[in-house]
């Protein structure tokens, strides 16, 4: 059974950090596109950053150069640092992983920027 499990969301000031953290379980690890999405009520999904098999990098614009996305295939894991926070930021944070017609999803961490 896959199984992906985000943790690290929470409530965090307007200028502070976090980090995500996802563990895959059931699935090869090392085949797949990791990535984390972001939703909030009333807009759209937004993919907010990839790390490929071969350990290339996308994010959107909206994160980059605040945001990095990393990965450690001995550990099975996928982290999102998340620096310089803003309110825009406040959603629920998936970790997705994706490998030709196979897309599997976690359950999600919620992460709130605010004062």
């Known amino acids: 059974q896959v199984q992906l499990a985000e943790s690290g969301g929470g409530l965090v000031q307007p200028g502070g950090s976090l980090r995500l953290s996802c563990a895959a379980s059931?699935?090869?690890?090392?085949?797949?596109?990791m990535s984390w999405l972001r939703q909030t009520p009333g807009k759209q999904r937004e993919l907010v950053a990839t790390v490929t098999s071969s350990g290339s990098t996308n994010y959107a614009d909206s994160v980059k150069g605040r945001f990095t996305i990393s990965r450690d295939n001995a550990k099975n894991t996928v982290s999102l640092q998340m620096n310089s926070l803003k309110p825009e930021d406040t959603a629920e944070y998936y970790c997705?992983?994706?490998?030709?017609?196979?897309?599997?999803w976690g359950q999600g961490t919620q992460v709130t920027v605010s004062s």
């Open positions: 059931g699935i090869i690890f090392s085949l797949y596109d």
């Open positions: 997705t992983a994706h490998y030709k017609w196979l897309n599997y």
